[in-house]
């Protein structure tokens, strides 16, 4: 192989791997939320993707705000978003779980049923205000390029959502492991009734922990306004593919949850290097599915002593 040739080669290489590390960061990204909702408490949230949805609408409305407070929308909106559609999602899941879902724990079934219902009424009212047509997420003046090494380009706005990923896992990290709150979630998760024989108020830890799952969703949604169109369903594009990511890498595992996004990024890239996109999909699916009979508890499984199990 000439020398040319390696260089395109390793080109096309190099493209293949930041192309799967920026999939991978989008569904993880995604998945985070899952991961804290239905990993740690067991719901299963077929709304979560309408918290997505919320959140990259909430970049929408900032990015009007702004243009019609200072006549464009410039680059400090996206700034603003961010913590904008955080604090929307985190309220809406708040009193999505003080009013629904605290009835429906240990009832999987139920609570896939009554969340895939609030899934439908949250779509609809998107459609209501916003209309059916989808709206543009127009990019920050700062993630408007990329930068060119050799014959690859890796645009900015790629590059910014893996650094948003890499900051939201980190603070995800050290909330779990690293604080009191951190502590008081993981004794709730793995027994409930010592974690409230030792003075811990689960309803609390619950409702903190569910509106936190749906915070994370917005700030995903925000990430996802940068890539194409926002309509009402644009969260359902990335709900099946982030309930695999956290069943995938262990439930209520994080580090399992960032190592089965990164497969499946890296996974769907390479099929679709020699399938259509469709069809890599279905590929990739399979072979989840495959895997998981082997392996049906993930990557990763955390061990509990609730009594129950």
Not at 57 to 74: C, D, E, H, P
Request: proline share 1%; hydrophobic share 50%.
């Amino acid at each position: 192989m000439s020398t040319r040739g390696r260089c395109v080669y390793m080109a096309e290489i190099a493209n293949t791997l930041f192309n799967g590390l920026s999939l991978g960061s989008i569904y993880l990204l995604v998945a985070l939320g899952l991961s804290v909702t239905f990993g740690l408490m067991g719901i299963i949230n077929m709304a979560h993707g309408e918290f997505v949805m919320i959140g990259a609408y909430m970049a929408y409305v900032m990015q009007q705000i702004f243009a019609a407070l200072f006549g464009r929308s410039g680059s400090l909106y996206y700034i603003a978003a961010i913590p904008f559609a955080f604090v929307i999602t985190f309220l809406l899941g708040c009193i999505m779980e003080r009013t629904l879902v605290t009835r429906l724990y240990g009832r999987k079934m139920d609570s896939l049923l009554a969340t895939w219902g609030i899934s439908l009424i949250l779509q609809q009212a998107a459609r209501s205000i916003f209309g059916s047509q989808g709206v543009n997420v127009n990019a920050p003046d700062f993630l408007k390029s990329g930068i060119q090494i050799g014959g690859c380009t890796f645009s900015y706005n790629r590059i910014f959502i893996i650094c948003m990923v890499a900051a939201c896992l980190g603070a995800v990290w050290f909330l779990m492991n690293k604080s009191s709150f951190g502590a008081q979630m993981r004794a709730t998760m793995q027994n409930r009734s010592m974690a409230q024989c030792m003075g811990i108020n689960t309803k609390k830890v619950d409702c903190l922990t569910f509106a936190l799952g749906s915070g994370l969703a917005g700030v995903a949604g925000c990430s996802v306004a940068l890539l194409g169109s926002v309509d009402s369903t644009v969260g359902q594009s990335y709900i099946v593919y982030s309930f695999m990511t956290v069943v995938l890498g262990g439930v209520g595992n994080l580090l399992g949850t960032v190592l089965g996004a990164m497969i499946i990024g890296f996974s769907s890239i390479i099929v679709e290097a020699y399938q259509s996109a469709s069809v890599a999909r279905a590929i990739v699916l399979f072979m989840i599915i495959v895997f998981l009979q082997f392996r049906p508890r993930g990557l990763f499984t955390i061990r509990s002593r609730s009594l129950d199990e």
